[in-house]
């Protein structure tokens, strides 16, 4: 059973740049969330994404954006990347019902490194 | 605003020795309390969680402690090993809603 799976692990951009990450969720979750790690800090979370539409947004600025597609698959794009977007960048997925959404499965993480 | 706060910032234990990590939160509407535990250059995995409703939660050498009328929730470690050695986030949710997490303890157990 494949679990959350991101590409790519590694980039770097330069400022002013724009970025796409993907995800792909574990097998039978529905819901794809991401966070942002910035080193030596706790993930944050960015937004949230459920039957293709973003059910939930925390404090980011509208630079960042994503899309969610009907195989639950999910992109995460920033434009107009600043020095102070280089972190690792997380999808979470998860299944509705109930409790389960706080039962969250981490990819590993695109690092991106802006300069 | 930080609504989650976690302590220590790092920890170093030996083996075999009793590893205590400590979070305190402000929102009373979260019900919903993980530890999620990362290793280096790879995402955070689900350690054990907990809800309100109970005031301590065992999964083998580790426990969740809770207490509702503090805010507060901690995390011991029994008999701590050098491969539990990684990052600690603690978190905070409510229903639906999404994780608020603490800054994260590096736990070192020292052989």
């Known amino acids: 059973d494949a679990g959350v799976t991101q590409s790519p692990t590694h980039l770097i951009k330069t400022r002013g740049q724009q970025v796409t990450l993907r995800c792909s969720p574990k097998?039978?979750?529905?819901?794809v969330s991401w966070y942002q790690q910035a080193l030596g800090q706790g993930p944050q979370f960015i937004f949230q994404?459920?039957?293709?539409?973003?059910?939930q947004r925390g404090n980011f600025p509208d630079r960042f954006s994503g899309h969610q597609f009907p195989n639950y698959s999910s992109e995460l794009n920033v434009n107009a990347l600043l020095l102070g977007d280089s972190a690792l960048y997380l999808c979470?997925?998860?299944?509705?019902?109930?409790?389960?959404?706080?039962?969250?499965?981490f990819g590993e993480g695109s690092r991106l490194t802006v300069l | 605003q930080q609504q989650v706060k976690q302590s220590p910032q790092s920890l170093i234990v030996q083996k075999g020795g009793i590893s205590i990590i400590n979070c305190a939160y402000e929102?009373?509407?979260?019900?919903?309390f993980p530890w999620y535990q990362q290793f280096p250059g790879k995402g955070p995995a689900l350690l054990i969680a907990?809800?309100?409703?109970?005031s301590e939660k065992k999964e083998g050498r580790f426990t969740i402690s809770f207490n509702k009328s503090a805010k507060q929730f901690s995390l011991h470690i029994m008999d701590s090993q050098p491969g539990d050695s990684a990052t600690y986030f603690c978190?905070?949710?409510?229903?639906?809603?999404?994780?608020?997490f603490g800054k994260g303890t590096m736990l070192l157990v020292s052989p």
């Open positions: 979470a997925s998860s299944s509705t019902g109930g409790y389960k959404t706080g039962e969250l499965f």
């Open positions: 097998s039978g979750h529905d819901t």
């Open positions: 994404y459920y039957e293709e539409e973003e059910r």
């Open positions: 929102n009373t509407a979260f019900d919903y």
């Open positions: 907990i809800r309100p409703d109970v």
């Open positions: 978190a905070a949710s409510k229903g639906y809603s999404t994780l608020t």
